[in-house]
């Protein structure tokens, strides 16, 4: 099987063939209309085999629902949101654009496949939009297993904690996302001030353009000593090992990588019933599920937690539950549905 990524830079993909398309454009409208057009036209030109396609563009074979359904979001933040949001989302033309593009993807009869990377994403595909339940496909992100282990843990943990200042009695718990609204930082942080657990020490790792305003969050809520906000990380690697609880109390996430890879490295994981990676979770096993926004119940979760670390260690349950999301695995299950696909076509 030979692959092309048709992309607007070659550059950092590490892909063997790269087929650049980059149109010119002013605002996100305008990126992301001249983007499907001119990666429509260019695989239509080059005939490929099958089409797989990351972004909203219509006439794809397979798409990946990797960002889940745009317009569930917008619900959601509507539902949540003051009036001033809410009219503002309503103006806001880059809505409408991606809510359009969405629907002439999904109804589009070309469209032979969508890879679900949860059942949540699955059923909300299914009940927004025309089309046929055989075309939904759920399969779950992969994990490198080797890449995130124990025996990184192990290694990198004594020294990765005494950087962050930690004490031996101090429980760590870690967050890991940008768009800090929507991974449900001010949940998290909200939750840790009512928990009343003088240990419990968070970690933020990731970028937003009003991380100023959770910082002085942090402050009012009388948390500027336990909560550190250390930015984007390539390697996040030692801050798992640091950590002793994942969480991620996330507004809409159709599966964040973020929670695989803390389980792989024995870290129990607090997801929101909102988010994929709730599926996988057994609660007091591998981890606990929350609502959003909920402070009093991602309290509960953390002060569990905390108990947990105190009790006993769960990190080889958290490894076991990721064990069965190996990246090889899922590698394969997609090659098996490409070569079904390629069958029916023949």
């Known amino acids: 099987?030979?692959?092309?990524?048709?992309?607007?830079?070659?550059?950092?993909?590490?892909?063997?063939?790269?087929?650049?398309?980059?149109?010119?454009y002013l605002g996100k409208v305008?990126?992301?209309?001249?983007?499907?057009?001119?990666?429509?036209?260019?695989?239509?030109?080059?005939?490929?085999?099958?089409?797989?396609?990351?972004?909203?563009?219509?006439g794809c074979d397979v798409y990946r629902a990797g960002d889940g359904v745009h317009r569930r979001w917008l619900e959601i933040r509507k539902s949540r949101g003051s009036w001033r949001e809410k009219l503002a989302i309503g103006l806001n033309p880059y809505h409408a654009y991606v809510c359009r593009a969405e629907r002439r993807m999904f109804e589009h009869p070309r469209l032979r496949a969508v890879i679900c990377n949860s059942r949540m994403v699955r059923d909300e595909i299914r009940r927004a939009f025309r089309i046929a339940p055989e075309k939904l496909h759920v399969v779950y992100s992969g994990?490198?297993?080797?890449?995130?282990?124990?025996?990184?843990?192990?290694?990198?943990r004594e020294g990765a904690r005494a950087e962050l200042g930690l004490?031996?009695?101090?429980?760590?718990?870690?967050?890991?996302?940008?768009?800090?609204?929507?991974?449900?930082?001010?949940?998290?942080?909200?939750?840790?001030?009512?928990?009343?657990?003088?240990?419990?020490?968070?970690?933020?790792?990731?970028?937003?353009?009003?991380?100023?305003?959770y910082t002085g969050l942090a402050s009012a809520l009388g948390l500027a000593e336990r909560v550190?906000?250390?930015?984007?990380?390539?390697?996040v690697r030692p801050l798992y090992a640091a950590a002793d609880c994942f969480i991620l109390p996330s507004r809409y996430d159709p599966f964040p990588n973020t929670a695989l890879e803390a389980l792989a490295m024995g870290l129990p994981v607090?997801?929101?019933?909102?988010?994929?990676?709730?599926?996988?979770?057994?609660?007091?096993?591998?981890g606990w599920v929350c609502e959003p926004d909920d402070a009093r119940g991602i309290a509960a979760a953390m002060r569990h937690a905390e108990d947990a670390?105190?009790?006993?260690?769960?990190s080889g349950a958290a490894r076991a539950s990721a064990e069965r999301f190996r990246v090889e695995e899922m590698g394969a299950r997609l090659a098996k549905l490409y070569g079904q696909l390629n069958q029916e076509s023949a």
């Open 270 to 286: 607090i997801v929101s019933s909102h988010c994929g990676a709730a599926e996988i979770v057994e609660t007091g096993v591998n």
């Open 1 to 24: 099987m030979e692959v092309t990524l048709i992309a607007r830079s070659a550059e950092g993909w590490g892909a063997r063939r790269v087929l650049t398309v980059d149109p010119f």
């Open 143 to 156: 994990v490198d297993l080797s890449y995130f282990d124990l025996a990184q843990r192990a290694a990198l």
């Open 228 to 235: 550190r906000f250390v930015g984007g990380r390539d390697d």
């Open 167 to 213: 004490r031996p009695r101090d429980t760590m718990l870690l967050f890991v996302g940008s768009g800090f609204s929507r991974k449900g930082l001010d949940g998290a942080l909200a939750g840790l001030a009512a928990a009343a657990r003088p240990g419990l020490r968070l970690v933020v790792v990731g970028k937003d353009r009003e991380a100023a305003r």
């Open 30 to 58: 305008w990126r992301d209309w001249s983007f499907a057009r001119a990666a429509a036209a260019a695989w239509r030109r080059a005939r490929f085999d099958l089409v797989q396609s990351h972004e909203r563009i219509a």
């Open 309 to 314: 670390v105190a009790g006993g260690d769960m």
